[in-house]
């Protein structure tokens, strides 16, 4: 059973920063390895939105509002992939999710809420 565990969200001031993680299980190395893996985040009333993405090859996409500001990468012999996010603003605030899809099945993080105070 592949499972995706975010961790690191938390309260942060506005300008200050914050590192989130995902770790997966049920898969082998190898695997997740080649795997493209994304985050994602959804704010209060709205719909989820791509915030990164990084190939198995380390190529990373961003979404405009983040470019700049967020640094997406992966520690394959941790199976972790990790999104560091700098300069964060209230816009900023969410559940950011973690996702990756095997084959035919997306898989989905439970999420971990970034708050930022202004």
């Known amino acids: 059973q592949v499972q995706l565990v975010e961790s690191g969200g938390g309260l942060v001031q506005a300008g200050g920063s914050l590192r989130v993680s995902c770790t997966a299980s049920?898969?082998?190395?190898?695997?997740?390895?080649?795997?493209?893996m994304g985050w994602y985040r959804q704010a209060p009333g709205k719909q989820r939105e791509l915030v990164a993405t990084?190939?198995?090859?380390?190529?990373?996409t961003y979404a405009d509002s983040v470019k700049g500001r967020c640094t997406i990468s992966r520690d394959n012999t941790k199976n972790t992939v990790y999104l560091q996010m700098n300069n964060l603003k209230p816009e900023d605030i969410a559940v950011y999710y973690c996702n990756t899809r095997i084959l035919t099945t997306t898989y989905w993080g439970q999420g971990t809420q970034v708050t930022v105070s202004s």
């Open positions: 990084i190939t198995g090859g380390g190529t990373t």
């Open positions: 049920g898969i082998s190395r190898t695997i997740f390895s080649i795997n493209t």
